[in-house]
């Protein structure tokens, strides 16, 4: 017999002891000094008590030895086992039978209450144990508080978990106490299950330390495996007092229950960690047959202008006069604009989506900078119209963010608008700015508008995503990659400002770009 079971024993026995010498004397005071003929009835509450603290065995222990001493002590002949008077045979027999029956009641009525209350232990665990997994971002996140949650409820010093695919990969990655991870136990008891997981029972297992005699220690270690579709994936880990023994049936259906729960939530955020990074290899692969889709198509159409106008003026059979050579020599210009301004855009969009883009706030009027951009497109403008009414507003901004903001759009409607059309950019306080009260709440709109076809009303939402074109995939002569807006919206939204598309009044489409005000203070002339 081990040695936690030996002590329960001679804890009950001295507690029997104890409570049959108590309930002696009260019996001897009853019928010694106030007379009653018969006071047994007092042993049944000894009885009683014993089985609330100690059960049915102790109840029995008790009753028996009761109905002893009742016999050695108040019963004639006294001071023997010998009972003269059969009706005193009948009532000691009474007395055993209603004492065990006491016994077994108040008992039975104990273990109920244990086991409701046990059962109350283990459904708030397993609603912590849930609730942390349902608020979880990460199972590795939730399982510090899952283990804080099943010591608490369980009784038990010490829950961790570890994770690994064998026992020595395994490692500790959520506990329910502070201070460093505790190292892997020498022996310990595991749970086995039958093949279809319902049965359970415990395994002792010794590691190797144990094994070449180390001592027996106050603490006792239990694991219960986790595991993925028959593949372990880690550990469940308690440790218990040694005077406990084994865990119980609630207390080792919490702990299965616990660890199926947690396998389960490992085995999702596996799930949805190779979905995540499936989606981001399709998106990654769309990404990047659209851009070299794109940039090879605009790539190839300067190249060949480009290719064509020098092959015409190296030609020695081709005699050129001096206005057909500028000619050729400006189409390999503006086709060289053409190609730097396509690169600029893709490495601008590259550095937007790095976040390295370095902001300066400066007070701009906006006058020059709109004709600091018009300036750079006027070659590829031809004969639309550009009008400007921009007034005297001025905004917070970085000056060669906004004038690369400002070719991009006129770059764009340049490109969606007929020889001979309009061209708009205007200026003026933002709907629901606070002009008048605080410069830095007031904000500036700048539109930019034109009269090409515009753009569906469904579409206007997408216009700034990268490589989106109205058209879909087919493209014709003249139209971008799709990258210009979506650099405009890159820098107007790290100058802090916002943009937005709609349709315009002249029929095309409008890109408002709403910037902070400045108020740009006014020279004064010094001899005034």
Known sequence: MSRPRVARWIEVGLAVVAAVAVATGVVAGLEGWLKLPNASNVYLVAVAAIAIRYG??????????????????????????????????????????VAVTVGQLAALQRSRAEAAIAREHESR????VTRALARRTSTTDALPAIAAALAREAGMPQVWFGLGADDAGERVVGQSWEGPARASPRGYAVLHRDASGGATAWTQVRGPLAARGAGPTSTRHVRVRMEEAGRPIGSLWASRDAGDGLPDTQ??????????LVAQALAHDRLESETRRAEIAQQS???????????????RTPLA????????????????????????????????????????????????EAGVLRVADEALDLDDVVAGAIA????????????????????????????????????????????????????????????????????????????????????????????FRAGGRRRSPGTGIGIGL???????????????????????LAIDVELRAAAIPSVVDAAS
């Open 285 to 299: 692969d769309a990404l990047k047959s659209a851009l070299l889709e794109s940039v090879s198509h605009d790539l």
């Open 125 to 128: 665990a397993l609603f912590d």
């Open 56 to 97: 049915v065995t102790g109840a029995s222990l008790t009753a028996l030895v009761a109905v002893l001493v009742y016999d050695f002590l108040f019963t004639e002949p006294y001071l023997t086992l010998t009972v003269s008077d059969p009706d005193e045979w009948l009532h000691l027999v009474l007395l055993l039978f």
């Open 251 to 260: 207390t080792t259906t919490l702990l299965r229950v616990a660890a199926d």
């Open 486 to 508: 979506a650099v405009v919206r890159g820098f107007v939204e790290a100058m802090g400002g916002r943009v937005a598309a709609r349709r315009s009044d002249l029929g095309g």
């Open 376 to 467: 750079l497109v006027e070659g590829r403008a031809g004969v639309r119209r550009i009008e400007v009414a921009t007034g005297e507003g001025a905004v917070i901004a970085d000056p060669i963010l906004l004038e690369e903001a400002l070719v991009n759009l006129l770059d764009n409607a340049i490109r969606h608008t007929p020889e001979g059309s309009a061209i708009r950019i205007s200026a003026g306080v933002a709907a629901g700015s606070a002009a008048g009260s605080d410069d830095r709440a007031a904000l500036v709109c700048v539109t930019v508008e034109d009269s090409g076809p515009g753009v569906p009303d469904e579409a206007l939402p997408r216009v700034f995503d990268r490589f």
């Open 305 to 352: 202008s480009i290719r064509a106008s020098a092959g015409t003026l190296m030609d020695p059979d081709v005699a050129l006069d001096p206005d057909e050579i500028r000619a050729s020599a400006a189409s390999i210009d503006r086709e060289a604009q053409r190609l730097n301004r396509l690169v600029g855009n893709l490495l601008d969009l590259s550095r937007i």
